[in-house]
């Protein structure tokens, strides 16, 4: 039987005890204030239920962070992305055959190389390979948010969170990037699909989720090294005229090559050079403009 513990001891204990329940009381209200993604949804009436999904993601199965880090440097490279895709499409049956739609023998050796130092696959002595990673995944797409909402993060300190399911929206409340910028809500539509299989529809959710989010930086990334014009851009206007048939009050411009302002806080852009290149690009324009824009959003 263990001895009474001493009333001094027990009235120390109680006061230790109403100061952690004090001291974590007081974290929850510094965080609702916070500019977090979530938090800057709240504030406009959305709740989240859902973020960060892990569910289809191909990342490494260890989980370390130097692991992540290589694979996020990796994941900057357009070929290595390319390269992935083919990777998920062949993944019951790899070998270097199958891997060269988008690079050469030799890069795609390296690329497998890394993929072997990082879990993902497995030599199995016969030129094939065993994939190691996350059975469930059929598709780059959800990798490709997770790699946009990392990129906010890492070269912007753009607190992000990816894959957002949001009530209070009715239909398309799906969300593929959302970030904090100094207290602005960014929302980054990712495509991993090249423009010429994207069509009418998706462009039209895209907007359509604009106009319900009301974020004051919008953005259509698509990860491909083509022309945006030809027909991105044009739906994008045809999109945008069918929900804002009077706005007649701008016009879009070209940022830089392959980066778009289609409107005041609408951007387009594609993934040539590089990803956090043209992001930074779309960031830079839309904070030199920002107080030149006499109150216009592209939501109204």
Not at 79 to 91: E, G, Q, T, W
Not at 153 to 167: A, D, H, K, Q
């Amino acid at each position: 039987m263990q001895p009474p513990v001493p009333e001094d001891i027990r009235n120390i204990l109680n006061q230790l005890r109403d100061q952690l329940q004090e001291i974590r009381e007081e974290l929850q209200r510094l965080w609702f204030h916070l500019p977090t993604p979530e938090n800057l949804l709240y504030q406009r009436g959305f709740s989240v239920i859902a973020s960060n999904p892990h569910e289809f993601l191909l990342l490494p199965p260890g989980g370390t962070r130097l692991e992540t880090d290589r694979y996020y440097r990796l994941l900057r490279r357009y070929s290595f992305r390319l390269f992935l895709r083919d990777v998920i499409r062949f993944k019951d049956k790899l070998e270097l055959q199958r891997l060269l739609h988008y690079c050469s023998p030799a890069k795609a050796n390296r690329y497998l190389q890394a993929l072997v130092e990082l879990s993902i696959v497995r030599p199995l002595g016969d030129g094939t390979f065993a994939y190691l990673a996350n059975p469930a995944v059929s598709s780059f797409g959800d990798t490709l948010e997770w790699f946009v909402a990392e990129t906010l993060s890492r070269e912007f300190r753009i607190p992000s969170c990816w894959g957002l399911s949001v009530t209070g929206l009715g239909q398309g409340g799906d969300f593929d990037v959302i970030g904090a910028l100094a207290g602005k809500l960014v929302y980054i539509e990712t495509k991993a699909s090249p423009p010429k299989n994207l069509h009418m529809d998706v462009v039209q959710g895209f907007i359509r989720r604009v106009r319900q989010l009301r974020p004051e930086l919008a953005i259509l990334l698509v990860d491909t090294h083509l022309r945006m014009e030809d027909k991105i851009n044009k739906m994008v206007r045809v999109a945008f005229r069918e929900v804002r048939p009077s706005a007649t009050d701008f016009e879009s411009a070209t940022v830089a090559r392959g980066v778009f302002r289609m409107g005041p806080g609408l951007y387009t852009c594609n993934s040539k050079p590089a990803i956090h290149k043209n992001l930074r690009l779309c960031i830079r324009d839309f904070l030199s403009l920002e107080t030149g824009c006499d109150g216009k959003d592209i939501a109204h």
